[in-house]
Structures are given as C-alpha cells and as structure tokens.
Nanobody, 115 residues
C-alpha cells in the first residue's frame, strides 16, 4: 500500500507558474511509473504527464513544452512544474503511482488559473 499526498496547488494568474509535489509514504523507486492527472467539473479525469522508473517522460499535447515532470527518489517525491498557465489548466490535479497491476491515487490538489 502506498499513500500519496499532493501539495502546491493554489490560485495563480494566467501566465504564471506553480510547482506541484506528490509525496509518497514509501519508496517510489519500485514504482513502474508516476503520473499526474487533472479533472474539472463535468469532465473525465485527464492524463497530464508520466515519468517511468527509467526516468522517461511523456506529456499530453495540451501541456507539452509548458509542464515538466520530475522525480526525487531520495525524497519519495514527484514534481510537476507548470509554466505559462492558462485558464484551461484549472482543475484538481491528482498523482498516480503504478506497479504491476496495482495503482494508487492521491486526494488531489486544486489549481485555479485566473484570466
């Protein structure tokens, strides 16, 4: 079992930046991947970015070039650096960890971008 706790969300003006953190209760080194998702009311949860155990990174087209996912295995933490934010980035951001057939989710952190 792994508990994930997201933090770093908040209110930011369009064009601004935020860095989200996802702290895990145990080592993330053994996880196959760590991902970020986001969700807005009335919409399905949307995949945003992924980082693998080999530190390969993948991004949704909507955030490519603006967001950066990274990991610090010593701190059991994954980050999402978000730059050039716009109103469409508003939502609750969730962290997900995956290992074999197991997946774990955090409780989410709210990001609101004002125009």
């Amino acid at each position: 079992q792994v508990q994930l706790v997201e933090s770093g969300g908040g209110l930011v003006q369009a064009g601004g930046s935020l860095r989200l953190s996802c702290a895990a209760s145990r080592s993330i080194f053994s996880m196959n991947y760590m991902s970020w998702y986001r969700q807005t009311p009335g919409k399905q949860r949307e995949w945003v970015a992924r980082i693998t155990s080999g530190e390969d990174t993948y991004y949704a087209d909507s955030v490519k070039g603006r967001f950066t996912i990274s990991r610090d295995d010593a701190k059991n933490t994954v980050y999402l650096q978000m730059n050039s934010l716009n109103s469409e980035d508003t939502g609750v951001y969730y962290c997900k960890a995956g290992r074999s057939s197991y997946t774990y989710w955090g409780q989410g952190t709210q990001v609101t971008v004002s125009s």
